[in-house]
Nanobody, 118 residues
Framework: VQLQAFGGGLVEAGGSLRLSCKAS????????IGWFRQPPGKQREQVAA???????NYKDSVKGRFTISRDNDENTAYLQMNNLNVEDTAVYYC?????????????WGQGTLVTVSS
């Protein structure tokens, strides 16, 4: 399964961006899909995830500002990011945990840079 990530860019503090992540290739079912991010000089951290049962979870610092959603027909997830602040500056990586005939796997999309200016 390949993941294509879209979105990102430069935005002023208080602004909004939307990331998207599309999974394709083969026959699979998505167990979970979401995003990690890696701020400059820091470790990668999970930002948001959506599980197949409909559960979602968010990093505490983005709760109330970020919303993850899914289009299951298109195998695409979206991360709407509102009220961005400089601490949200990072490379964002989408991931998908999925099941194929031979078991469960994880794929990563290419990173997309989100830069929030003060």
């Amino acid at each position: 399964v390949q993941l294509q990530a879209f979105g990102g860019g430069l935005v002023e503090a208080g602004g909004s961006l939307r990331l998207s992540c599309k999974a394709s290739g083969g026959t699979f079912s998505i167990l979970a899909i979401g995003w990690f991010r890696q701020p400059p000089g820091k470790q990668r951290e999970q930002v948001a995830a959506s599980r197949s049962g409909g559960d979602t979870n968010y990093k505490d610092s983005v709760k109330g500002r970020f919303t993850i959603s899914r289009d299951n027909d298109e195998n695409t997830a979206y991360l709407q990011m509102n009220n961005l602040n400089v601490e949200d500056t990072a490379v964002y990586y989408c991931f998908a945990r999925y099941r194929e005939y031979d078991g469960d796997h994880t794929s990563w999309g290419q990173g997309t840079l989100v830069t929030v200016s003060s």
